[in-house]
Nanobody, 123 residues
């Protein structure tokens, strides 16, 4: 049974930083592309960042490039998202994901979702 458990959410002022962490179990972690999506009420889940199994390649949505960094530790089966210079528009529920196949930008490509963690960025 695959489990993805996020931690590190919370409230922060604009310009601040937060670090999300996701602990994975029940999957061959080092072989999985992992990522983060986010969602605000009334909208579809949006791709944020992804990282391949080796950690050598990463992808980001344009709005977070230069501010967010995704990383992974295959020995600990964790994937992190360091978020700097946070903006109110980053407010959302953030989901850790493992991919099955297809475009990493699409929620349809996700095999498993975490339960989500709330980020609120105040002006």
């Amino acid at each position: 049974q695959v489990q993805l458990v996020e931690s590190g959410g919370g409230l922060v002022q604009a310009g601040g930083s937060l670090r999300l962490s996701c602990a994975a179990s029940g999957l061959t972690f080092e072989h999985k592309v992992m990522g983060w999506f986010r969602q605000t009420p009334g909208t579809e889940r949006e791709f944020v960042a992804a990282i391949i199994g080796s950690g050598e390649d990463t992808w980001y949505t344009d709005s977070v490039k230069g501010r967010f960094t995704i990383s992974r530790d295959n020995a600990r089966s964790t994937v992190d998202l360091q978020m700097n210079d946070l903006k109110p528009e980053d407010t959302a529920v953030y989901y850790c994901v493992s991919y099955r196949s297809g475009s990493m930008y699409s929620a349809q490509s996700v095999g498993h979702w975490g339960q989500g963690t709330q980020i609120i960025v105040s002006p």
